[in-house]
């Protein structure tokens, strides 16, 4: 599971899930789209149905890797213990994947004791950073994924400017974001 706001989904994010589930074997990894990301409280967000159509476009055809609602499905604030108990069942294997910057921050999410009983950390490095290990009692793994400078805001900002979002977005998620209008203003 590879949990976010997703506004917008990049190519970083999808460097990140394909590495992961080739580096761990892995025979799926969800984008779980967040319903409300309670990190960014007071923060205009995308509506949580398209962003999902973003990331439903750029993960299209991506083998293994596939677009989730379930947090959109349960309403409210998004909360990775929750998502993870609803994941949860008996003889399957649950990773959580994140940044090696969220990886430092994990004491300050809800309940993150019954995050860490129900998956193993994946913690991404890019390119010469250091491994972070948040330690007991955190089960952790770690991949490095090439290093690329790309983040939502910045996408928004020249989406919302004009500027072409093109290999750093995949291109369906570029229609997909011109179709529905999104980031227009958005500087």
């Not at 609602?69 to 929750?82: L, N, Q």
């Not at 004791?113 to 991404?124: G, I, N």
Request: aromatic content about 4%; hydrophobic content about 45%; glycine content about 10%.
């Amino acid at each position: 599971m590879l949990g976010g706001t997703f506004d917008p989904v990049h190519t970083g994010h999808l460097v990140a899930a394909v590495n992961v589930r080739h580096a761990l074997d892995l025979d799926q990894v969800l984008l779980v789209v967040a319903n409300h990301p309670w990190q960014k409280t007071g923060r205009r967000i995308t509506p949580a149905a398209d962003r999902l159509a973003v990331v439903e476009a750029a993960v299209a055809g991506t083998a293994g890797v596939e677009a989730s609602a379930v947090e959109i499905d349960r309403g409210g604030e998004s909360y990775t213990a929750e998502t993870l108990e609803e994941l949860a069942q008996p003889g399957r294997d649950l990773f959580l994947i994140v940044g090696a910057d969220v990886a430092a921050d994990l004491h300050t999410w809800r309940r993150p004791d019954v995050v860490a009983r129900l998956a193993t950390l994946v913690v991404v490095s890019r390119g010469g950073s250091p491994d972070v290990d948040p330690g007991p009692p955190w089960r952790v793994k770690h991949v490095r994924i090439p290093a690329l400078e790309i983040s939502s805001s910045d996408l928004r900002a020249r989406a919302g400017d004009g500027r072409p979002l093109d290999h750093l977005v995949p291109l369906a998620a570029i229609a997909c974001i011109r179709e529905r209008g999104l980031y227009a203003g958005a500087t």
